[in-house]
């Protein structure tokens, strides 16, 4: 028989794996005819070769299903999660809130019933149904009900209705065929029978350790067809079911991120009680997500398991926070220790959260997520805190010079780009904690748009933004967190829109239009001397002397070939908002002559005031003190700021500064963004030009 | 007594047994080319995995009319697939007559086996089998 000591059996191509069996029976003589594609040998072979590619092929693939990392298929993926006990996370429908009036009505209280329907307003094209997932009952007053805050989930409701039997189901596995539920809204009662309507509800199953055999929980799992399917307990874990019960399930089927935005409701209930309806939005739909992906479902379960149900590291809080069973998606979570504030809080956990598709959580919501989500898992003596993202809005103007004949595009297609490039560029580096706005891939993302681009360059503003107070007086502090260029007037810190405020000469009355500026002053001492005439045949070193409202600062020049190449400032001195540098030659130098310096004077601190335009259109200060300005530290702060109005719709004040430098980096609970509903957020300025 | 060295060795497609030694029957020489050469011409194109340009049209031709350029065409076929997939075969002549009366071509194919300068010969009658 022949020998073959060298076989190689990790091939997976045809030829290869033909080829191996040439060599082997290259090594015998009964049968010779092995390399004429004619001969019944190589007929057998090719069927041999076949046969062992496909079943290399297909183990191949079978080895790559058995591990979470290579698997494809979105069953084993599910499958392996499992063993991590990872659910993986259905679609999740849209929250939009609404008041809800109906008039007309007669008795005591008034029910809106689970389910009731609300069409919302068109989203590119598409009026979505969105139903109340819980019932509310008020009091009604003066014929009228009024339902403030119902929560309303885009979706259908859907119902199932099983009939319990050991004989066809005997492991009481219940498959809900519907690929877009949101679990999250699932109600699963349990019926005694079909004739007995008695029934329990039954909740989630969460924590194993504290299940016994009269729990009434069922269990969720994501089934080899992509549907979910429930179970129930065993009599040991969680309360077992008997034959001629009836599990019925309703939920919402949903459609997933497509309705975010929805806002302006119609109702479509139509029951006789609600014939005359008032719906006020509140809150448009946001927090939706599609069903999880396998990537994610590959990212998610691993990081689940290794929280193990508890919350002590960041990493632990950031995973139940993202995991949750709220409803609830966030763009960015940052988790931090009190210890890191400034001053310190001890004994605390900081949760910054960045909800998709809003700025902030609301209260109820925060506090939904402490109560349900954090302290059941958190170590025992440690506190969660909620806080709301500090915003930092960046404004960017960029100027673009391309070449016409370089292009197809016209020079608004131009600007339209490279407004949208910019755009994208923020949405991807920016808008989450601890980022960094970097200034090399802005310019990448606009010189990438088109070739016919020779060069660009960008000015950049930053915003903070806030609702002020117009019934009290309040201080405000504003945290840019990066040193401020100090500007006069048109081109430092400026505030939008006009402001109302009581006209303290008539209280009558008030004035509008009413805007803040800066005033760099409080001065200290010599920042710097410039060489405005370096001057010549100077022999020795000259003195100079600074001379000003302040005291004690010094400098002296440095001489290069007769003339001042620069000037050293050894003292800063005190006090000083003005000052005058003067050189006067060595005693025993009588041709060093001409020298002029300019003297620059330090100022870590301005102050800010309000002013407004007149009936006859002139400037007027209407408070020469509302605030002050650390440039140094990058902060604003407004004392007793009590206006009465705010010029727009949402009563949203925006103070803008110029930073001092381009590289803006965000910290534990500051997002950086370009505000997408701002308009003059971006703006682009074109210019042609032949390179 | 010496034996002859046999050149070439091959199995047979019709696994007949040895008579005696019931072992599975080989050809050899002669006989394993022949064999060879009938195969390649009773081969389709696509027949064998992997491998969609080996063997002949000449089933799809038994196809076409009844006519002398389809009896060409069946005659270049042949040439081709012997001369490109049978490297120990040298073609002499080959042969195709029209048989209308029996829808059939006969085809008579005679080669020399490597360097044996006696010609073999192999006779096929190519019919629609539907």
Redesign the interface.
Known sequence: MASNTNIQITELD??NIKQNFITYLQSQ?????YN??????S??L??L??NTQYNAYYLNMVANEMFLDSAIQRSSVVSHAKLLNYVPKSAIAPTATINFTVNNVGGATLTLPRFTSFLSESVNSVNYNFVTTDSYTVSTANSAAVFNNVELKQGNPVSYSFLVDSTSNPKYLFTLSDANIDTSTMQVLVQQSSSNTSYTIYQPASDFLTLNSESNVYFLQESLTGYYEIYFGDGVLGNQLSDGNLVLVSFISTSGTASAGANNFVFTGGAATFANTVVTPVLAASNGSNKETIDSIKFQATKSFSAQNRAVTKDDYITAIQQNTLGITFDAVNVWGGELNNPPVYGQVFVCLKPTGAYNLTNSQKQQIITEILKPISVLTVTPNIVDPDYTYIKIVANVFYDPTKTVFTASEIQSGVTASISNFAKTTLNTFNSTFNSYDLLSAIQNFDQSIITSEFNIQLQKKFFPNITAPTTYKLYYNTPLEKGMFSSGIASSPGLMFLNPANTASTIDGVFIEEVPMQTFGVESISVLNPGFNYQSVPTITITGDGTGATAYPVIVNGSIQSVVVTNAGNNYTSAVATVTPAANDTKGQSASLNVVIQGQYGVLRSYYYNSTNTKTIFNSNVGTVDYVNGIITLNSFNPLDVDNALGQLAISVTPKTSIISSTYDGIITVDPFDNSAISVNVTAKKS | MATLQKIYSDLDLTFNKVPGTRDVALSYDDQAVIRSVRYLLLTNFYERPFQPSLGSNLNKLLFEPFTNITASLLQNEIINVVTNYEPRVKVDHVNVTADPDHNSYSVYLQFYIGNNSTPTAVNLILQRSR
């Open positions: 045809f030829s003589d009964t049968f010779k005819d004429f594609s004619g001969s019944a040998l007929v057998l090719d069927i070769a076949y």
